[in-house]
């Protein structure tokens, strides 16, 4: 399944990066405009079918993680690098709190961990205010614990509804198909464990 679905969409992918990289020379504005379309659906397209695919791994018990001992700090900077370009383009500040404890250490994979908080944070930045904000804080609870909170400004979910944010594909209703996604982010973050 996954060949079969990212193999059509990777060469879609590629003649569209091919057409962007002589845009200038060969192609028109109407065209220049057409082809950013089909790299940005292309894009999404292709997120989306990795999700669908991750959360079929998932579900399947055969997703692995590589758990190591990391310091959180960079692997904050690494989510927050990743995602300024969306908080970007919907106007919204993110502020991360420092620790009490400078250079609190986890054991996690890398990729996951970055992958969880790419997440809630896109999460947080979407579902938010106009020129809304989103704070990060991290703390020790234990000797082996860590929490991360990342708040937001946005509308908040309904109580009668916070029991389905965790349910694949639930989008709640809440965007009215205003933004982005298919509903699986938190169901894969909650799963990735």
């Known amino acids: 399944m996954s060949h079969e679905l990212r193999t059509p969409l990777n060469a879609i992918l590629g003649f569209g990066q091919l057409l962007d990289m002589n845009n200038e020379e060969n192609l028109s504005e109407v065209q220049i405009t057409r082809v950013e379309h089909v790299l940005r659906g292309g894009n999404h397209l292709l997120a989306l079918v990795n999700d669908v695919l991750d959360l079929s791994r998932i579900e399947a018990g055969e997703f692995s993680v590589k758990m190591e001992s990391l310091e959180l700090g960079p692997l904050l900077d690494e989510a927050l690098r990743l995602i300024q370009p969306l908080a970007k383009s919907n106007e919204i500040k993110i502020e991360c709190l420092a620790p009490k404890e400078n250079h609190l250490r986890v054991q996690v994979d890398h ?83």
């Open 111 to 193: 990729t996951r961990i970055v992958q969880v908080l790419i997440n809630l944070l896109s999460n947080a930045i979407k579902y938010n205010r106009e020129h809304g904000s989103v704070t990060i804080s991290q703390e020790k609870i234990q000797e082996d614990r860590v929490r991360i909170s990342i708040a937001d400004t946005g509308y908040g979910i309904p109580k009668g509804k916070q029991s389905e944010i965790f349910e694949p594909f639930s989008r709640l209703n809440i965007d009215k198909g205003t933004v982005d996604g298919v509903g699986i982010g938190l169901s894969k973050t909650q799963k990735i464990n």
